[in-house]
């Protein structure tokens, strides 16, 4: 099993540019989410979804758009850059219900918006 | 709004020093999970802890929720140099289910 994948693994943005970061599991996890990291903030939660059809606003999800046609894949868009997402995103998925907490991290996306 | 603080925010130890990360919460949690971060990586599941006092070790670190279930520790002993990495804390709220992040403690270990 792959695990959770995410693509692009770098990216350079003008301001106003739009992009969409690609996120896909093979483990048949319900819950999605994407995070940004910026130094000394820790994980922030952007979205998340906790199925095929269904997603939420997370603690900073201004600026970027999400949707979940299926259970495998959960893209997070950015409409137009602004320098301030500069950041790291990662994705992250698990089983729901109890004895699904553990959250399985992609390997990240850097990005830079100029 | 809802916080989970961690400290410190760096820590640089000798390598066979102990370490202990700090993670606090401003709302009584329903459990808490430590996820270790190597440079340069992504996140990695280490433990959750759920019953209020629990105490949980995986050979050098033991982990330990408090009483209240508003804070928990990591502590290491004896460093390794494949210690070094950010150590984060997340803490699920028992009112909202919402888990945060602690803003991580990065431990650097001299050889």
């Known amino acids: 099993n792959a695990g959770v994948t995410q693509t692009p693994k770098f990216q350079v943005l003008k301001t106003g540019q739009s992009m969409t970061l690609q996120c896909a599991q093979d483990?048949?996890?319900?819950?999605m989410s994407w995070y940004r990291q910026d130094p000394g903030m820790g994980l922030r939660l952007i979205h998340y979804?906790?199925?095929?059809?269904?997603?939420d606003q997370g603690e900073v999800p201004n600026g970027y758009n999400v949707s979940r046609s299926t259970t495998e894949d959960f893209p997070l868009r950015l409409l137009s850059a602004a320098p301030s997402q500069t950041s790291v995103y990662f994705c992250?998925?698990?089983?729901?219900?109890?004895?699904?907490?553990?959250?399985?991290f992609g390997s990240g996306t850097q990005l830079s918006v100029l | 709004g809802q916080q989970v603080m961690q400290i410190p925010q760096y820590q640089h130890v000798q390598e066979g020093e102990d370490f202990t990360t700090y993670c606090n919460s401003s709302?009584?949690?329903?459990?808490i999970q430590w996820y270790k971060q190597r440079p340069g990586g992504h996140p990695v599941f280490l433990i959750q802890?759920?019953?209020?006092?629990e105490v949980k070790k995986q050979k050098r670190l033991t982990f330990q929720f408090g009483e209240a279930k508003k804070n928990s520790s990591l502590h290491i002993t004896a460093t390794q140099t494949t210690d070094v990495g950010t150590y984060f804390c997340?803490?699920?709220?028992?009112?909202?289910?919402?888990?945060?992040f602690g803003q991580g403690t990065t431990l650097q270990v001299k050889p």
């Open positions: 997340a803490g699920r709220w028992s009112n909202t289910g919402k888990l945060i």
């Open positions: 483990m048949n996890h319900e819950y």
């Open positions: 992250a998925s698990r089983k729901s219900g109890t004895g699904g907490e553990k959250l399985f």
């Open positions: 709302t009584t949690l329903s459990n």
């Open positions: 802890l759920v019953k209020s006092g």
């Open positions: 979804s906790v199925g095929a059809g269904i997603t």
